[in-house]
């Protein structure tokens, strides 16, 4: 049995889970038979990955009778299957715990394994109808879940933002595969690429797929649905959602950009460097500025898909211009800062939901102190926080450090906008790598250190085991993935050479677990040894500090600031933290505006300051369509109250304007 049908097998059997999920909703049954088959889709799409195999096809007869269902596994599928499959097994290790603190499980068991297969089926289609199918499955299981707890009107309100963003989406990837299949209908892959579209034809297929696989990732302005859904759903549907869905998105637009599409026009990255750079900028200030805690972490997903389509749009430039070597670096940036965002996003949201779990409360100004009550819980947020920040020696930061040296590989490009725009993209990836540290900073900070602000974070207790093991494991796979990371550079070469036609220099030869993404001579790095001089430098000073600088311990009352009063109310609140930002970009990015209250002189009443911030994106683009809609919708109400002879007197008159188009138009 080759790989491509035991993948099958697996979505399958995953699908067959889900019924069970729906008759029995047991907890263990679930969740452990989703971590038994994702673990076995994991070793099969890396079997085939990593042994680099020949792409292999499978036409079932199902779908439509004349095109059947056609699947194709190849390096970009079965990379992109890997991700999916080890978020998956993750989750479910994690959900064997977290399950049992789920209020609903009879709504969330039964389309779990369902979302799963949904991912899973995406990279194997071969053929438009195929992949429209999954991804729609894919959309219609992830919003269950979504919705299921639906007795919140905030989560109701989340689930209609999804579903109407995901029908866009499709609409968009169907118009794609309608311009691309053109006259002859030839929906199958293989035949796209044996006739790739014109010019004009590509750029119009190009810029649907911008827009239907970017309101999957969360590319703005299509973002909006992303900071509503990832918190409604639960927290370890919340981590397959931002580390695994947003990839599968991720993955239509590689496919039909570098695959379907023929040779690109260096034109087409112009429009996905900007995008991305507006979408990692905004996502970074806005995860800045939020204080519900899986608010933050969805803002931060749109930061880093931003991240990646900046880097996928310089590997659309430099492929366009012959310059191959410095596309495999930015198109290996890019796949890698997917996989390492898949990790240390899903342990962030793992362990938001050990939070929730033992506080309740998402609010980082209700929480404080858990550092002390949740010790496993604490280092690994702490880990997955320093690694999303892109903080050495972990893998955050090897991934946009070889996106900065893409960026630096700017001055090749022959078109003086392209030379232009390249150092103003690494200014942008500078600026957001530094908001990022703030952001995780202030949430670790807030979070997890000083007092409790509240009772449910004084009494707040660690995880269970299995969610623990799997926030464990995620923090150890950041870790080594920061310092071993031309295994990972090595293993993506066969992705780089199918999608530009050249690969990065084999790190294995260079000593040291360095990487060179150049050449050794212009720039390296070094994990191990950087991890190395941390623990040494590190473990000296605390040894100078406390075996030579005194003598004795001495304990004394923290400083108190000049505020004798130990309430926790005195503490630093994650606004105040963010205050210097806001006054910075606020303005500009959420139109945010201060009202002070200042007492006069002798009043006894306190000061107060409250501070307005409002979506620009949503009041400009999104209300405006919701209130014309609503208007149209209520202009044409009086239509399903219309009589039989009404109704078919406004078929007749349709029917006949049509003719006459028709007629005027042959």
């Known amino acids: 049995m080759n790989a491509l049908v035991g993948l099958l097998l697996v979505d399958l059997a995953l699908l067959a889970l889900a ?33 680099r195999a020949a792409p292999q096809t499978l036409v079932l007869p199902i779908g439509l009778p004349w095109l059947g269902a056609h699947f194709r596994l190849d390096a970009l599928s079965a990379f992109f299957l890997a991700l999916a499959h080890l978020g998956g097994a993750v989750a479910s290790l994690y959900g064997l715990g977290y399950g049992r603190h789920e209020q609903e499980p009879g709504r969330v068991l ?41 007795r919140s009107a905030e989560n109701r309100n989340a689930g209609f933002v999804y579903l109407v963003m995901a029908a866009f989406g499709a609409l968009m990837l169907l118009l794609a595969f309608g311009v691309l299949a053109g006259a002859s209908g030839g929906y199958a892959f293989a035949a796209m690429r044996a006739h790739p579209p014109g010019a004009g034809v590509a750029a119009l297929a190009l810029a649907l797929v911008v827009l239907g696989a970017g309101s999957k990732a969360g590319l703005a302005p299509l973002h909006v649905w992303l900071p ?247 923090a150890g796979a950041c870790l080594l993935a920061g310092i071993f990371p031309g295994v990972l550079i090595d293993a993506l070469k066969p992705l780089a050479e199918a999608a530009v036609g050249a690969a990065m220099p084999l790190q294995a030869k260079i000593p040291w677990t360095s990487i060179a993404p150049i050449a050794e ?42 505020f004798p009063n130990a309430d926790p109310a005195t503490q630093y609140t994650a606004v105040s933290f963010a205050e210097p930002i806001r006054r910075v970009y606020g303005p500009f990015a959420f139109a945010a505006r201060a009202e002070v209250d200042m007492p006069r002189p002798g009043e006894a009443r306190p000061a107060r300051i409250t501070v307005h911030m409002s979506d620009r994106i949503w009041r400009g683009l999104y209300a405006p369509i919701g209130r014309a809609v609503a208007a149209v919708a209520t202009w044409l109400n009086p239509l399903q109250f219309l009589t039989i002879r009404q109704y078919l007197s406004v078929v007749f008159g349709a029917l006949l304007a049509l003719l006459l188009l028709l007629a005027i138009r042959s």
């Open 19 to 51: 019924i069970a999920g729906a008759i029995r909703r047991n907890n263990a049954l679930v969740y452990g038979g989703a971590l038994a088959l994702s673990t076995l889709g994991l070793a099969l799409a890396l079997t085939h990955f990593l042994g």
């Open 110 to 150: 039964p389309f779990y394994p369902a979302f799963l297969a949904g991912m899973s089926l995406v990279p194997l289609a071969d053929d438009a109808y195929t992949f429209l199918v999954a991804w729609e499955f894919m959309s219609l299981s992830s919003w269950a879940l979504v919705t299921a707890h639906h």
């Open 521 to 562: 001579s212009r720039s390296s790095y070094n994990g191990l040894l950087v991890l190395i001089f941390f623990v040494a430098s590190g473990s000296a000073a605390a040894f100078v500090i406390h075996r030579v600088a005194s003598a004795a311990i001495r304990r004394a009352p923290a400083w108190d600031c000049g």
């Open 228 to 474: 509503l859904a990832h918190p409604a759903a639960p927290s370890h549907v919340s981590a397959l959602m931002s580390g695994v869905m947003t990839k599968i998105a991720i993955y239509a637009f590689v496919r039909f950009a570098f695959d379907l599409l023929g040779a690109p026009d260096w034109r087409w990255s112009l429009p996905i460097l900007l995008l991305g750079a507006a979408t990692a900028a905004l996502g970074v200030l806005s995860a800045t500025m939020e204080v519900d805690l899986k608010r933050l972490l969805a803002f931060s997903t749109v930061e880093n898909i931003g991240l990646i389509f900046l880097s996928l749009g310089l590997a659309l430039a430099f492929k366009a211009d012959d310059l191959s070597r410095a596309a495999a670096l930015a198109f290996t940036a890019a796949m890698l800062h997917a996989l390492n965002h898949m990790l240390f996003k899903s342990l962030l949201f793992f362990g938001a939901g050990a939070v929730l779990t033992a506080t309740g409360a998402r609010n980082l100004d209700r929480l404080g102190g858990l550092f002390d009550r949740m010790r496993w819980t604490s280092l690994a947020m702490l880990i997955g926080a320093a690694a999303i920040a892109g903080l050495p020696p972990l893998n955050g930061f090897v991934s946009e450090w070889l996106m900065l040296q893409a960026v630096l590989l700017g001055p090749a490009f022959p078109q003086w906008t392209l030379k232009l725009l390249a150092l103003a993209m690494g200014a942008v990836v500078a600026l957001v790598a530094a908001l990022a540290a703030a952001a995780f900073a202030r949430m670790f900070g807030i979070a997890f250190l000083g007092r409790p602000r509240s009772p449910e974070a004084a009494s707040a207790t660690d995880a269970d085991p299995t969610m623990r093991y799997a926030m464990a494991g995620l």
